[in-house]
């Protein structure tokens, strides 16, 4: 049972991480400078300024509906916002590629994983992308999500750790 959600998660982890790292190899693409992403000023969706610094500042598009609290990482899709009081562990990782700009991103919360996957549910829904995967093996629960036209899609892993808070990966491509 362990070993099949290993391979699970190693799939939602692996994959989306070679196409933006693969991405990263062409030399028309322009990956990001995580060293300058990460004094940007983070704004939440009420435009109070968030605690965490490693965020970056405010989209411009409203692909889906704005959350209370949820930090908005620059040059990413609405739908691939840090959850609400999520706590970034690190500079997102971005890289544009064939299917549109995307990136990863890792944070915590004290959120559980089930609450995590509805808020990221409803913004994809919102954003025109369809569910094209999920799982819920013990702690951890995973959501997958594309829209097929423009190639944009969502991926969220959330495992809820024993004494300490959720630990959330969220990846994307924000399509063309």
């Not at 109070?48 to 620059?74: C, F, K, L």
């Not at 562990?89 to 990136?103: F, K």
């Not at 996957?117 to 369809?130: C, D, S």
């Not at 991926?155 to 924000?174: G, I």
Request: hydrophobic share 45%; proline share 8%; aromatic share 4%.
């Amino acid at each position: 049972m362990k070993r099949s959600l290993a391979a699970v998660v190693a799939l939602l982890t692996v994959a989306p991480l070679t196409a933006v790292s693969l991405s990263a190899c062409d030399p028309k693409t322009k990956a990001s400078d995580a060293h300058a992403e990460a004094p940007a000023a983070a704004e939440t969706g009420t435009g109070a300024p968030a605690a965490d610094d490693h965020a970056a500042s405010t989209a411009t598009s409203s692909e889906a509906p704005a959350a209370e609290g949820a930090v908005r990482i620059a040059n990413a899709p609405d739908f691939a916002a840090v959850y609400p009081g999520g706590q970034v562990e690190s500079p997102p990782t971005t890289a544009d590629g064939p299917s549109g700009p995307g990136g990863l991103v890792t944070f915590k919360t004290e959120a559980r994983p089930e609450a995590i996957i509805a808020f990221y549910k409803q913004r994809a829904e919102a954003a025109g992308l369809a569910p094209v995967m999920s799982l819920n093996q013990g702690d951890t629960v995973a959501f997958g999500a594309a829209e097929a036209s423009n190639g944009a899609t969502l991926q969220v892993v959330a495992t809820a750790m024993e004494k300490a808070p959720t630990s959330v990966q969220l990846t994307w491509s924000a399509g063309q």
